[in-house]
């Protein structure tokens, strides 16, 4: 797909995701109604959803396309399956479980090579969050963070087991969300024959939502790989609505990314739909 025509899609997708959330509350408006979901309810989830370590049990479904890969400018799928578990440990502390099981395909990368697809490596993390924010109003959180070496594929994953820390800090104000999520992976156990995990992941993030729970974000999801001495650094724009379906909330998100540098082979741009189920309490 050409750049303007990447361009012309995305741009219709994102106003086709704004268009629900007016829709939404021009409906509800219509009828006498409060805009679904209720206004406190739908402050509070879409203030959540911009919150990694939110006290939410969110079951987000992640679908991404990655285009103009290896010699042959192929294409990939990845399938991102993220439930987010809080666990109340007591009156101050919360346990907040992330964990991400992909799905990868993707086509041949060269000329005599064959494409691949399967599931990849889970990665699992743990942070231990304060309920409260600091007197300065930071949100924290600390763990550890796992790789279980789940893919089905030599292709789709490193057949390593790996761990190291992970953490997260942000603020909310007015609208804003802005902080960084990190976390640092080392392999210890797995195949001789595979290559060492020793990777960094870095993602600083910056949201914005509106009064009618459209939230526009701006993220990298950038991963330094000490082995090979490489960065992958993807640019995510995304534009979210939080809706009620079937009396349910639901999050649609649609975006675009651009990679600023990759691994020799790398994609150069993409695209990112992701439904997210939430269950409050």
């Known amino acids: ?69 290896g010699t042959t400018d192929a294409s990939k799928y990845t399938l991102n399956f993220q439930p987010v578990i809080p666990i109340t440990l007591n009156e101050k502390w919360n346990l907040i479980v992330r964990t991400i099981v992909p799905y990868v395909s993707f086509g041949a990368l060269s000329p005599s090579s064959s494409g691949a697809g399967g599931l990849g490596d889970t990665v699992q993390s743990f942070f231990l969050s304060p309920k409260e924010p600091t007197s300065g109003g930071w949100i924290v959180g600390v763990g550890p963070a796992l790789l279980y070496p789940t893919a089905t594929s030599r292709s789709t994953g490193s057949g390593k087991w790996a761990a190291g820390p992970t953490g997260v800090l942000l603020k909310q104000e007015n609208g804003w969300t802005y902080g960084v999520l990190a ?57 979210s609505q939080l809706l009620k379906v079937g009396g349910k909330p639901v999050s649609f998100q649609l975006g675009g990314r651009y990679y ?18 939430l269950f409050p309490k």
């Open 1 to 69: 797909m050409k750049p303007a025509r990447m361009l012309a899609t995305l741009a219709v997708l994102l106003v086709l995701t704004l268009g629900l959330g007016v829709a939404g509350e021009i409906s509800a408006q219509a009828v006498g109604a409060a805009p679904a979901p209720a206004a406190d309810e739908a402050a509070e989830l879409a203030k959540k959803l911009s919150n990694p370590v939110a006290s939410l049990v969110s079951v987000p479904f992640q679908s991404n396309w990655d285009y103009g890969l």
């Open 183 to 239: 976390n640092w992976l080392w392999s210890y156990a797995g195949p001789e024959s595979r290559a060492s995990v020793n990777a960094t992941f870095l993602q600083p993030f910056l949201t914005y939502t509106t009064k009618t729970y459209t939230t526009i974000g701006l993220n990298t999801e950038s991963t330094y790989d000490w082995t090979n001495r490489n960065w992958n650094v993807p640019l995510n724009l995304t534009l």
């Open 260 to 277: 600023a540098t990759t691994p020799t082979g790398g994609p150069d741009w993409g695209l990112r739909f992701v439904v997210t189920l």
